[in-house]
């Protein structure tokens, strides 16, 4: 009930391509679902964020797309860029406590 | 959003001995988390570090092996106690205003 499961666990895109990231949850309790984008030994960024009263969030060139019904969420990167070669990570929360964290996906950008 | 800086950034530290993690946010802040990040696996969440009463522990984690601080809303330590090589990971705080946000990490190794 507090998982929240994420694929594909490693992910190669082309330059300019789209990235694709899916998450799914359980818990209908959470409200609040983050992405967070890590670099080899950096901390955590949260790269974009969305709470269930709204469907899709963009921000520059990442969108999260939110599915109530299917209690999934997804990060979408456009014009995929080597730079955006990271971890990234979903995660759910209820009323702003503890994060509960996806497997994470390696994206890999090529140029 | 809210600055966050650990201290140390990183440190080898013998078996058996202890570490503690102090934790720095730039603003007062009602919550503040610590987590665990074991080589090229996913978050976990040890505990809530609340202020001015014993933080609230996760399953599997423990007082005596990560006992941890909170003296105002700005503030935080984690002590890694009697260390052992299976304690190397990152250990990272965490800070929940309307986002949550994560410091740059502590990487610990242990011998």
């Known amino acids: 009930q507090q998982q929240v499961k994420q694929s594909p666990q490693s992910l190669i895109v082309q330059k300019g391509g789209i990235s694709i990231i899916n998450c799914a949850y359980e818990?209908?309790?959470?409200?609040?679902f983050p992405w967070y984008q890590q670099f080899p030994g950096k901390g955590p960024a949260l790269l974009i964020a969305i709470r269930p009263d709204v469907s899709e969030k963009k921000e520059g060139r990442f969108t999260i797309s939110f599915n109530k019904s299917a209690k999934q969420f997804s990060l979408h990167i456009m014009d995929s860029q080597p730079g955006d070669s990271a971890t990234y990570f979903c995660a759910a929360s209820i009323q702003g406590g503890k994060l509960i964290f996806g497997q994470g996906t390696e994206l890999s950008v090529k140029p | 959003s809210a600055v966050i800086s650990q201290k140390p950034s990183r440190d080898i530290c013998q078996r058996g001995t202890s570490l503690t993690i102090q934790c720095q946010v730039d603003?007062?802040?009602?919550?503040m988390f610590w987590y665990r990040q074991q080589p090229g696996q996913s978050l976990t969440l040890i505990a809530t570090?609340?202020?001015?009463?014993?933080?609230?522990?996760e399953s599997g984690f423990v007082i005596d092996k990560f006992p941890i601080s909170r003296p105002n809303l700005t503030f935080s330590t984690l002590t890694v106690s009697n260390m052992s090589p299976e304690d190397s990971s990152i250990y990272l705080c965490s800070v929940a205003e309307y986002e949550q946000y994560f410091g740059p990490g502590t990487r610990l190794t242990v011998t």
């Open positions: 818990n209908t309790a959470f409200d609040y």
């Open positions: 603003s007062q802040v009602t919550m």
């Open positions: 570090a609340n202020q001015g009463s014993e933080a609230t522990y």
